[in-house]
């Protein structure tokens, strides 16, 4: 286990419980509550209705891409590729250095992840 | 007293000196860096709603009946006759939203502040494919209420069933073994 009380004073540190216990217990309370509030707001229909077209707002990226891209095989493979891309993205992506650690300070993967997010979000709302 | 006894008490002593250390080390005496942010806590919140999603889902098996003709009156079965049946399949239906939103804010967090460089490369891939196992479980389990009511899918409900309900989870929990291994070996960033 990593010790964080090296080269650091006392001022520097806090005892984990009850601080950091008591801040995990609070917003996870807040979850059950936001998770009861949405079961509230979206009851379920006394009768299982057929929703064929019903994607979630997760995977609307995804719905979108099969719509686009006619064949299956592409379809997969491209999904896939992403995937492997988005997994080893630390090793794609060389260091930063210095100072250099937090990705607006580095143009490229930056630009790279902008665009990406970008381009999902406007292909999900624009419909296309 | 005979030497068994001692032994026994020995033995004993012993268990309850190793778990008061272990408790004092892991919760009452362990120091962690002052001033971490609350945003910090989304990993763990990830994990509170998995916990969530597996009680309730395993409160949804004993009903739950894998088969074509007997599931959609099994589903029924929980919603109208189970005492609070109705609250757990809807927290078992609500539950991913929150999840999945709760992993991707972490991401998202984790990408834009750089935490994933070395030396923890590995809390990524491992985070990423428990992502990707999510987003597949959400998918199996859709399957098998859309191939109730449907009812002509050409799909095999069992396998979805045993996928959803064995073959996911238990890569889920290997991949999340790794993930909290290695945030237990290299520490939290700091720099937060």
Known sequence: ???????????????????????????????????????????????????????????????????????????ISLVVVCALLFVSWPYLIPNGTGEHHNLWQRPIPFAIVIITITSVITVCILNL | MDSNDSQVIVSETTDKGFLRELIEA??????????????????????????????TGIFLMFYFIPNIRESLASIQHVSHSVPYGWLIQRIHAIGPHIMVGMVFSHMLRILFKGIYRHPRELHWVSG????????????????????????????????????????????MALFMGIHFFMVRKTGICESL
Not at chain 1, 28 to 53: N, Q, W
Request: with cysteine; charged share 15%; hydrophobic share 50%.
């Open chain 1, 1 to 75: 286990m990593k010790d964080y009380t090296k080269n650091k004073s006392p001022e520097m540190l806090e005892p984990f419980s009850p601080n950091e216990l008591f801040r995990h217990i609070i917003v996870s309370c807040f979850l059950v509550v936001v998770e009861l509030i949405a079961i509230i707001i979206f009851p379920l229909p006394f009768k299982l209705t057929s929703k064929p077209d019903y994607v979630p707002w997760f995977l609307l990226p995804l719905y979108k891409l099969n719509k686009l891209i006619h064949s299956e095989v592409v379809f």
């Open chain 2, 128 to 171: 990423a494919c428990l992502l990707i196992l999510t987003l597949l479980m959400y998918y199996t389990g859709s399957l098998l209420t859309a191939h109730n009511i449907n009812g002509h899918h050409p799909i095999h409900l069992t396998r979805i069933y045993a996928i959803h309900v064995a073959g996911i989870p238990l890569s």
């Open chain 2, 26 to 55: 892991n919760l009452t005496r362990r120091l962690i860096p002052k001033g971490l942010s609350w945003f910090g806590c989304m990993g763990g919140l990830s994990l509170v709603a998995f916990i969530i999603q597996l009680s």
